[in-house]
């Protein structure tokens, strides 16, 4: 039997339409022709002897060989990547300032920081995580090359960004039923109960913050009362405050830690939350080498799915 020799080529734009949401839009981002996107996932398919995503709706999900094959696919991206980058950067010296928000900081240092260090050992990397008005003022001041950040409304926010992808706001939960073993989310739960009689209970980051904003906008729509019940300015204290049961919180499902999970709106009468936009900006449309190696990395791994939603 002839070795099978997958074309990294390929598994690029496999895994970038599994992490777009959808092959059209990673025909867009890889300069493609939906066309040809098509003929590589057919080929792809061909190769693993078997389909890898199936219908679903409107939209196309992995098949339980899709799911085993995408893992691959983001080891062999990884690992091609990094040696192409030793090769292109073996004499690249520098220095990077990185801002980044809390919740990227644990998802994004030991991996493509990790990775960037190691093919680049001669750059100096000083990464800053803060919230996105410091991490903003920042980049307006020169004391940053450098900065993903969250963005609720349909524009970027600052010059030399880009969008580089949307993901739906969640309600977050504790990951242990028991912890909202609580009256007010026993109320909601219970059938032909009348929803929102009790104040809901929110978990959110200290004001100015706009994701607090946009959920307590969204609660005021649908008629339903609310309450803060724990503010904090660290993110590490709404985990645990959320994993307490103290209230509900709300962020995208990239990069949550173990005890606090997505919840189930089913039953519950909470209202869908909107999407925020994850963009990258540059202090300088064209930025120094260690920089725009930099910045390559991390679109890479945004929209190769290597800091894909869990």
């Given amino acids: 039997m002839a070795q099978v020799m997958f074309d990294i080529d390929v598994l690029r734009t496999f895994s970038t339409g599994i ?17 040809a996107v098509s003929a590589q996932l057919k080929k792809l398919e061909s190769q693993a002897g078997t389909p890898l995503v199936r219908k679903a709706g409107r939209g196309l999900v992995l098949t339980d060989a899709g799911e085993t094959l995408l893992a691959y696919a983001h080891r062999l991206l990884e690992i091609n990547d990094e040696a192409a980058a030793a090769m292109r950067g073996v004499d690249l010296e520098g220095w990077v300032r990185l801002g980044l928000q809390e919740d990227l900081g644990e998802h994004v ?8 260090a190691r093919a680049h050992p001669k750059v100096r990397i000083e990464a800053c995580v803060a919230r996105s008005a410091d991490l903003r003022e920042k980049l307006e001041l020169g004391q940053l090359d450098l900065a993903l950040l969250w963005e609720a409304e349909g524009r970027l926010s600052q ?3 880009e969008r580089l992808v949307r993901l739906p706001l969640q309600w977050l939960g504790p990951a242990s039923p028991a912890a909202l073993d609580a009256p007010w989310w026993a109320e909601r739960k219970r059938p032909g109960a009348k929803k929102g009689r009790e104040p809901l209970p929110l978990v959110l980051l200290d004001a100015p913050c706009p994701l607090r904003e946009i959920v307590t906008a969204v609660l005021d729509r649908a008629g339903i009362p609310w309450r803060h019940a724990f503010t904090s300015a660290s993110l590490a204290a709404l985990w645990a405050a959320t994993s307490a049961g103290l209230g509900l919180s709300a962020r995208t ?13 089913a039953g519950t009468g909470l209202p869908a939350l909107p999407s925020m936009a994850l963009a990258m900006y540059r202090a300088q449309a064209q930025p120094e080498a260690p920089v725009a190696r930099l910045a390559d990395l991390l679109r890479d791994a945004v929209c190769g799915g290597g800091l894909e939603a869990a």
């Fill in 19 to 35: 992490a777009l949401g959808s092959f059209a839009r990673a025909a867009d981002r890889l300069g493609r022709s939906t066309s």
């Fill in 109 to 116: 240092l030991p991996g493509v920081l990790g990775r960037f």
């Fill in 253 to 265: 499902a990239l990069g949550l830690p173990a005890h606090v999970r997505v919840l189930d709106r």
């Fill in 159 to 161: 010059a030399h960004g």
